[in-house]
């Protein structure tokens, strides 16, 4: 044989070999339930849509999400006062966790209050934080406090909200960051508390209050109906104190 039919006989053996080679694995994967389906085989027949992005959000939380793809997630787990009725042409609000749209009412001098009735039948997603509040709890009911919790959080200096300007419309949003970030400034004992309690410390939000449970007041210094649609936006989503204690 000469010494071109022996490098041809080799080069076909070594291609022999990987197409063999090449069997194997992909018979080890079938053997071993490989496939393109994304579902875990742990969890047959739930109901989860699977997405790709190009970068990961910088933030999911609904007091700084303010980007694209942060939307996409927090769209569709976030909950708010107000939503879009897509199906209408111009746009409309319609309420979602509130039971109707607000009431409004305009003051003598000049200020307006937005009165929101909280729906009855929510409660937060199970979660660990919530043992906070008792032992073994793993939920508990969404109240009017806990929107008027996540609106003291897009006043606080910390956060760092990007929607700080059009909530400033609030009575007392300014004044409580200020005194919020004088107090932390003076005190280090105070800056060290929980977010919660240094809120209810400083006072709270004067146009931000809860005259009951399910009931929550937000009083602007002046009129500002663009407020309504900041409040069918992810920014206002009740926040529970619990899982910023826990998780912060």
């Not at 496939?35 to 969890?43: L, R």
């Not at 806990?146 to 007392?172: M, N, T, W």
């Amino acid at each position: 044989m000469e010494r071109g039919d022996v490098a041809g006989t080799k080069g076909r053996g070594r291609r022999r070999t990987r197409v063999l080679v090449a069997l194997v694995v992909l018979a080890t994967l079938y053997a071993a339930g490989c496939s393109n389906d994304p579902y875990p085989p742990e969890a047959p027949g739930e109901k989860v849509l699977y997405g790709a992005f190009e970068e990961a959000p910088r933030s999911l939380d609904p007091a700084t999400a303010y980007d694209t793809r942060a939307h996409a997630i927090t769209g569709a787990v976030y909950a708010t006062l107000l939503e879009y009725h897509f199906l209408k042409r111009p746009l409309e609000l319609m309420p979602s966790l509130a039971v109707a749209m607000p009431e409004e009412r305009a003051l003598a001098d000049g200020r307006v209050v937005y009165r929101f009735e909280l729906r009855r039948d929510l409660l937060f997603a199970d979660d660990a934080c919530f043992e906070l509040g008792g032992a073994g709890r793993r939920t508990r009911e969404i109240l009017a406090a806990d929107v008027a919790f996540q609106i003291a959080r897009l006043a606080d200096p910390k956060v760092g909200s990007p929607v700080v300007e059009p909530f400033s419309h609030i009575e007392g949003f300014s004044d409580f960051a200020a005194a919020l970030a004088a107090r932390r400034e003076s005190d280090a004992a105070f800056a060290a508390r929980p977010v919660h309690e240094q809120y209810a410390a400083v006072g709270g939000i004067r146009g931000a209050r809860t005259p009951s449970s399910h009931v929550l007041e937000i009083v602007l210094d002046k009129p500002y109906p663009q407020i309504l649609y900041w409040l069918a936006m992810e920014f206002s989503t009740p926040v529970p104190w619990e899982a910023i204690a826990f998780y912060d």
